[in-house]
């Protein structure tokens, strides 16, 4: 019987992993063998050489997105295969049982399963993101959205029970790799307040040392007064979102919004800069993230809403690239990660029973 081409087309494109010589997963001792038919389990399948293990290891097992099964609940690779396509390709989950007859429990495993994977994949790359510390000045973005909303006791103040959540985004101009998404936390509001108002300074300080100060970075925000904050190496322009009451001699009068502006700044050395200030987009960082979390319970510190914020935010970075490609390298990175774990437990073993 020969190997199934799905099964070598999966590997060669990154979704699955070749466990040919690898340390055995569950002995973390042997190495695996190449992958056979064995007619007894109807499967083709690694095994260990270890002596004290022969475990079989599926091409599929231990994945981060498909899963296992046995007797009614088993579903094959292929169709796994074909939700995984689905699911990365922006098909609504409760179409893809109807389309495809089957089960709506796996559909959803294998999506939550996927947003889990893109969620660690963010986590762990997140820390990289760098804005600026070059030769030439470049324009970021910072904004914050608010997400949803919960009510709390609070004890103290029994009028602000109601709690937010709310999200700052940084993005540079011309980089979607570059959007980082930060949880803030704001204080308690009353029941009927439209929002938890913006971001405070105490919030904004420690994120724009880290990430920004010393960078020659232009950054555009909104009229809150946080981001007025000085900091060394940064120019900060500002645009009004609303409109505002102004008092012209002895009138009061409506002042309309100004979305973007056109700033001439002068930078240390005595050169000018001329920018055309505005937030269109971390704006639209926003509308894809809401369009993600359409479906989602929005109750401040959901995991299921955190986990698709991240998910929303990794499809964000692969703006004009394959997303079968991109599904690829997600899965090559946890792969390995899984790879190195092995490895780790097995040390750990071996340290602990005093072998090391």
């Known amino acids: 019987m020969r190997y199934p081409a799905l099964t070598r087309l999966l590997q060669q494109d990154g979704i699955l992993p070749n466990w040919t010589g690898q340390l055995c997963p569950h002995c973390g001792s042997g190495k695996l063998a190449k992958v056979k038919y064995f007619a007894g389990r109807k499967a083709w399948a690694h095994r260990c050489r270890a002596k004290a293990c022969h475990q079989y290891v599926q091409p599929h097992d231990f994945h981060p997105v498909f899963i296992k099964g046995a007797g009614n609940s088993k579903t094959s690779l292929q169709l796994q295969a074909s939700v995984l396509l689905c699911a990365t390709a922006g098909v609504p989950q409760h179409c893809v049982s109807k389309i495809m007859d089957v089960d709506d429990k796996v559909v959803s495993r294998l999506y939550n399963n996927l947003d889990a994977a893109r969620s660690r994949f963010v986590v762990a790359h ?35 029970n109601t709690k937010w959540e709310q999200w700052l985004g940084l993005v540079q101009r011309g980089s979607p790799k570059s959007l980082r998404l930060i949880r803030l936390d704001p204080p308690p509001t009353k029941a009927r307040s439209p929002g938890p108002g913006p971001i405070r300074k105490r919030d904004w300080k420690p994120i724009g040392k880290q990430f920004l100060e010393g960078r020659r970075i232009v950054l555009h925000t909104d009229g809150a007064r946080a981001y007025k904050l000085k900091l060394n190496l940064v120019e900060h322009c500002n645009v009004v979102h609303k409109k505002k009451k102004v008092k012209v001699g002895k009138k009061v009068v409506w002042k309309k919004p100004h979305f973007t502006k056109v700033y001439r700044l002068s930078l240390p050395g005595g050169k000018t800069l001329r920018v055309k200030s505005g937030t269109q987009v971390i704006d639209r960082c926003w509308q894809h993230l809401r369009t993600h979390l ?24 692969q703006k004009g690239r394959s997303l079968w490609t991109a599904t690829g390298e997600l899965m090559r990175f946890l792969c390995h990660s899984l790879k190195k774990m092995v490895f780790l437990v097995f040390w750990f073993c071996l340290v602990k029973d005093g072998f090391a």
């Not at 909303?149 to 602000?160: A, C, F, S, T, V």
């Not at 109750?299 to 991240?310: A, C, D, L, Y």
């Open 126 to 160: 997140e820390k990289h993101i760098r804005y600026g510390d070059s030769k030439q000045w470049v324009d970021v973005e910072a904004d914050e959205v608010d997400l949803g909303k919960g009510i709390i006791e609070n004890e103290d103040k029994p009028k602000l």
């Open 294 to 317: 359409k479906y989602t319970k929005r109750s401040p510190g959901n995991e299921v809403m955190t986990r698709k914020i991240r998910s929303a935010q990794w499809l964000y970075w």
